[in-house]
Structures are given as C-alpha cells and as structure tokens.
C-alpha cells in the first residue's frame, strides 16, 4: 500500500525477475499476486466496482456508499481476537452514524450458519460481505494473500491507507476525515446536519476529532 513510486518498482523488479527463473507453479502464482498488489493496490486506486453477497446472498456494492469515507473491515468470528476486532468496527460505525463515515464488513467465516448466530451475539449492523471459505469475492478480487484489519476508503471510494492494527485505523479514519480534497465537502455536510439538528455536539455518535475538526 506504499505510495512511494520508486520503491514499489523497485519490487516489482525483484518479483519480475523470481517469475522469470520458472519457479514452481503455486511460487508463480504467489509471485503473481505480488506483482499485482504492487502495481494495482495503492493510495488512490479505485475500488468503485468493488461488490460481494452478504450471508443470504444479498449484493454489498461500494458504490452503494459514494459520498462516505468507507472502512472495509476484515474479521472472522470464529476466535475471540477476530470477534474483538469485529465489535471495535461495530463501535465505530456506531460512532459516526450520519453522512460522514461507514463500516462496511467483510466475513472471513467458513460457515454461514455459525456466522449468523456470532454476528448476532456480537450485535453487528453494519453491512457485510460473506467471503466464505474460498475467499474469492472482494479478497480475491484484490489478490491478497492475507486479508489487513481494515482498508479506509476515500469519498470516491478510492484506497486512502490500509490498516494492520486498530491503533492505525483509529489514526488513518481521522486523517481521512480532515485529507484535504474531502474536507470541505465534509465540513459542509457536518454543518448542515448540526444546523438541522441531525447531531448534537453531546452526542456519542461523534468522535471528538471529527467534531474538534469541523466547529473550529
């Protein structure tokens, strides 16, 4: 996700040059995807076309969410660290409820019957792409080897940063909310909804970041 030019050729080099020896099959494939997420998976690339089925086989479409900073949240409820990083996306969805931000899901669960009852207990109602076991919908889509926390996406739906850690997601959210190409069409949309007494500035839906940014 570097958006460093040089040294993202500079790789790509180095994977150019692995596929030329002729390794195995399974060490192309895997050379391959490398290849791809170093020429194709960096700030700014458009992740517009980008869809998938929930549990019941209903279409999540990012382009449903034009217009918002979009987190696309990486989890399995199967283990209790994929569970705690499913309630942490849960609260921040619940934090910006409004026009600004939204969570958009993506279930690494191999069973969906298993996955129902989880989602429920851990109260998650944010929308969600159900990847299943083989994966191949919106992580194969971005030839991941292994999925990150989080990718935050711009109002276009263009990648902003990917997240390993909560802590990085917590920091790249805010700075999506202030970069300053969506600010001023944020801001305008924050003020509106206060004037219209959409939020209140006592309101826990707002991050203190968020509302410290746009009433200054």
């Known amino acids: 996700g570097t958006s460093d030019r040089d040294a993202r050729q500079a790789a790509a080099a180095v994977w150019r040059a692995e596929i030329a020896r002729g390794p195995k099959d399974e060490l192309i494939a895997a050379c391959e995807r490398a290849l791809w997420r170093l020429e194709h998976f960096v700030p700014g690339v458009s992740f517009a076309s980008l869809a998938g089925l929930d549990v019941d086989g209903n279409q999540v479409a990012l382009a449903d969410f034009r217009g918002k900073i979009t987190v696309l949240g990486f ?32 279930a690494l669960d191999r069973s969906p019957d298993e996955f129902r009852r989880r989602a429920d207990t851990c109260n998650l109602r944010f ?25 935050v996406l711009d109002r276009e739906r263009r990648l902003f ?24 069409v944020e801001k305008e949309n924050f003020l509106t909804a206060l004037e219209a007494g959409y939020y209140s500035l ?13 009433t200054q």
């Open 75 to 106: 989890f399995t409820l199967e283990h209790d660290a994929g569970r705690a990083d499913a309630r942490a996306f849960a609260a921040l969805d619940r934090r910006f409820e409004g026009p600004a931000l939204c969570v958009v899901g993506v």
């Open 127 to 151: 929308p969600t792409v159900f990847e299943g076991p083989s994966r191949a919908l919106l992580t194969g889509a971005l030839h991941l080897d292994s999925a990150p926390l989080a990718l």
């Open 161 to 184: 940063r990917a997240c390993r850690t909560l802590a990085e997601l917590e920091t790249a959210h805010v700075d999506a909310l202030r970069d300053p190409e969506v600010e001023k």
């Open 202 to 214: 006592a309101s826990s839906a707002i991050s203190p970041d968020f509302a410290i940014c746009y």
